[in-house]
């Protein structure tokens, strides 16, 4: 049987990554994607022969070759979309704030018993880094409270900002949002409320950073981008995820 050695192996540690984080509680539309299309092509440059024999015999006959230049088709428009998102969720990666007319706005995450999740903690740390060394400027901590969360995620964020040194005052509390598009909308009412400067600068994970900057721009906000650090395992489930909350987002939102 003819295998194409190295693409399997290369398919197979894919697989591996998109698999190794359900063992912790991280599964998603970007893991079922990830498995799916890895897990497929490990079966294809597996059993290799097999598969190209199946392809000619498909294609002699009309019902397989319109079958073949329809998949070809869809498969190649979704390798250009996910190429062209991931240019532009690389480019919204970092673009920190020209000076201090700006307000950090940290979007929320999971807290586990009070206290904030690795994602969040990581995020709470990107924000005090930046807040220590630009001391006028203020945060908005943004957040609900989920079913299985005993406090809301603003504060939690606060309380560990508090707890990193920086002063109460600065930190202000956004804690009824359940999604992005309502961290932005309401975290804006209380820069107007509270006349804190328009322009933001978003805290949130790398591959979140460009849906998070479209919703703001939807929303009137300039928004300026600063990445919490991710773990590598952990990046290509949620890239993956996040390519379909663009397209979605675009489409309906």
């Given amino acids: 049987m003819e295998v194409k050695i190295i693409p ?19 599964f998603n539309i970007g893991s079922v994607a990830g498995i799916l299309v890895s897990g497929s092509l490990t079966g294809i440059f597996v059993f290799w022969k097999p598969f190209t024999e199946l392809v000619k015999k498909m294609w002699n006959k009309p019902a397989g070759k319109i079958f073949l230049c ?4 869809i498969v190649s428009i979704c390798i250009i979309i996910a190429v062209i998102i991931s240019i532009f969720m690389i480019k919204a990666v970092n673009d920190p704030p020209k000076d201090e007319n700006t307000t950090v706005v940290v979007l929320g995450c999971k807290v586990k018993e009070g206290r904030p999740s690795l994602m969040l903690k ?21 957040g609900g409270q989920g079913s299985d969360e005993v406090i809301s995620e603003a504060l939690c964020m606060k309380n560990y900002l508090i707890e990193k040194g920086i002063s109460p005052e600065r930190i202000f509390m956004e804690d009824k949002s359940v999604n992005t598009y309502e961290n932005l909308e309401f975290s804006k009412n209380i820069i107007n409320r509270e006349n804190l400067p328009e322009k933001i600068t ?11 900057e479209m919703i703001a721009k939807k929303l009137d906000i300039e928004p300026y981008n600063i990445s919490g650090y991710t773990s590598w395992y952990i990046i290509p489930v949620y890239w993956v995820r996040e390519w379909f909350g663009i397209v979605y987002y675009y489409i309906f939102g």
């Fill in 8 to 26: 399997a192996i290369i398919s197979a540690i894919l697989l591996g990554i998109f698999i190794s984080p359900s063992f912790m509680g991280i």
């Fill in 122 to 142: 990581r995020r709470l740390n990107c924000a005090y880094k930046y807040l220590s060394e630009h001391e006028s400027v203020n945060v908005i901590v943004s």
């Fill in 202 to 212: 978003l805290v949130t994970d790398g591959f979140h950073q460009c849906r998070a």
């Fill in 70 to 73: 329809i998949s070809t088709t």
